[in-house]
């Protein structure tokens, strides 16, 4: 009877074991089953806001990897391709860009409504080619996208639950090094997808947030990004920009940030600055992929501050290089707007050109009506106009054209008359002046009494080269 319940002790305690490796071999089974199907979703997209002409549409080429932008209308839609390099999985990133122009706001309802605004990340946009409407072009477009958020048809358990997950991701942000190497299946990483988990099952962080931490909530994520970076260092050239104008700008927008729970940064499309960094972090806030980059601030046209883990404590060590200014300064009283100087102040007054057609009717009036008799040339210039005019032709005295023996008893008398260039202005008394002016009056006489003895009719040609001294 003993040996038995030995054999049977046995077989239980052998049951156990293949129970417990099966068991064991289930429960590997299934967290590999649960890491494969953890798919990344295909409904999350960002909406980019922002003033024209603050590289909105370059910025979303450069994350797609295209080179050549082209520009759209009103309401653009792109999309960005996204790896997963642990699960070896993909999807697309819809990209919403709306115009520039405050007359589309009207189109926000096309890409934030009900049903994306917990799937959107907003990227607000601003340049350093116009840096002294920076902090206002933010507060614009914030308070754009705070109206809109108002009108959508959200429960107030939606929005609550909306705010508490910025203010849980705020504070939840850990530097990079600070935890475990993050892996798909690191229990220590902290993403956007295992928040919403830790949201769903009540887990919540009862600590305040620090001063002047999301004081407007809106309930989504939000970058702010300051394109064209290079153009700072025009900025020093051009407009005499030193490191405290930059510092007291920065301090400005991280305040910005701040107020609005979001991360920072400055790009450089041109320059290839941070753009990379920006796609990763996009992932990692949307789809929970790794992000190792620390918080960047010794370069100042390279910033890059996560939500997170900026402070007003931070902020304030910019305060240390400000002499000329206080923080609190009236931002454009000392970032000022140049003044466009008109580089034709001093031009002559454009005159404005007349009409064509109305030239052309003036004169047809003023010839209808009598124009007035030319103004009399010199003889020594009517003398060349005519010769050049004449020169080597034969001159047809034909009807219609009366008068014309008057004009050629003039240029006779021309040659009659002139004086050639003797240094004291007297007549030249040369044999061959002379013979050219007895010439000459020889013609004229017979002009003369040709045109008192002709009868009516066309003259017979006159070959002004009969005579080789005129």
Not at 295 to 314: C, F, H, Q
Request: aromatic share 6%.
């Amino acid at each position: 009877m003993e040996t038995n319940g030995q054999a049977n002790g046995l077989k239980s305690k052998k049951k156990e074991k293949e129970d417990a490796k099966d068991n064991l071999w289930s429960a590997i089974l299934e967290e590999v089953q649960n890491q494969g199907n953890t798919k990344l979703p295909s409904n999350k997209n960002v909406l980019v806001l922002g003033d024209n002409e603050t590289g909105k549409t370059t910025l979303i080429a450069k994350l797609q990897g295209v080179e050549d932008p082209k520009k759209g209308s009103a309401l653009e839609y792109a999309y960005i391709d996204v790896r997963d390099e642990y699960r070896d999985d993909q999807t697309r990133l819809s990209v919403w860009v709306l115009d520039g122009d405050p007359g589309h706001t009207n189109l926000l309802k096309f890409a934030l409504s009900e049903e994306t605004f917990p799937h959107t990340l907003v990227i607000l946009t601003v340049a350093m080619t116009t840096p002294w409407g920076i902090l206002d072009q933010l507060q614009s477009w914030a308070s754009v996208l705070g109206d809109h958020i108002d009108k959508l048809d959200l429960t107030p358990e939606q929005r609550l639950q909306s705010k508490k997950q910025q203010v849980q991701k705020w504070q939840r942000y850990t530097e990079p090094g600070d935890e475990l190497e993050p892996t798909a299946s690191s229990p220590m990483k902290r993403s956007s997808r295992n928040l919403s988990d830790d949201l769903e099952n009540g887990d919540d962080d009862d600590c305040p947030l620090p001063e002047a931490v999301l004081t407007t909530n809106l309930g989504l994520d939000i970058v702010v990004v300051a394109t064209k970076t290079d153009y700072m260092s025009t900025l020093e050239k051009e407009h005499d920009y030193r490191d405290e104008n930059f510092d007291f700008m920065q301090q400005w927008i991280r305040r910005f940030c701040l107020q609005y729970g979001a991360a920072l940064f400055y790009t450089s499309a041109k320059e290839d600055k941070n753009c990379d960094l920006l796609y990763k972090y996009l992932t990692h806030r949307i789809y929970g992929l790794p992000f190792r980059t620390p918080a960047l601030i010794v370069e100042k046209d390279a910033v890059l501050i996560p939500a997170g883990w900026d402070s007003m404590k931070k902020i304030s060590i910019l305060y240390e290089n400000m002499q000329s200014c206080k923080p609190d300064d009236y931002y454009r009283d000392v970032i000022v707007q140049p003044v466009v100087r008109k580089s034709g102040a001093n031009r002559e007054a454009e005159v404005q050109a007349e009409d064509e057609q109305a030239f052309l009717q003036r004169q047809l009036a003023a010839l209808q009506a009598g124009a007035p008799a030319p103004r009399a040339d010199s003889p020594l210039r009517a003398t060349q106009r005519a010769t050049s005019q004449l020169d080597g032709t034969k001159i047809s005295m034909g009807p219609g054209t009366p008068g014309n023996e008057g004009v050629l008893a003039n240029f006779f008398n021309s040659l009659l008359y002139k004086k050639t260039g003797s240094p004291a202005g007297r007549p030249d008394a040369s044999p061959a002046a002379a013979a050219a002016r007895s010439d000459a009056a020889a013609e004229l006489d017979r002009l003369t009494r040709t045109a008192k003895t002709r009868p009516a009719g066309p003259p017979p040609p006159i070959d002004l080269n009969s005579s080789s001294e005129c």
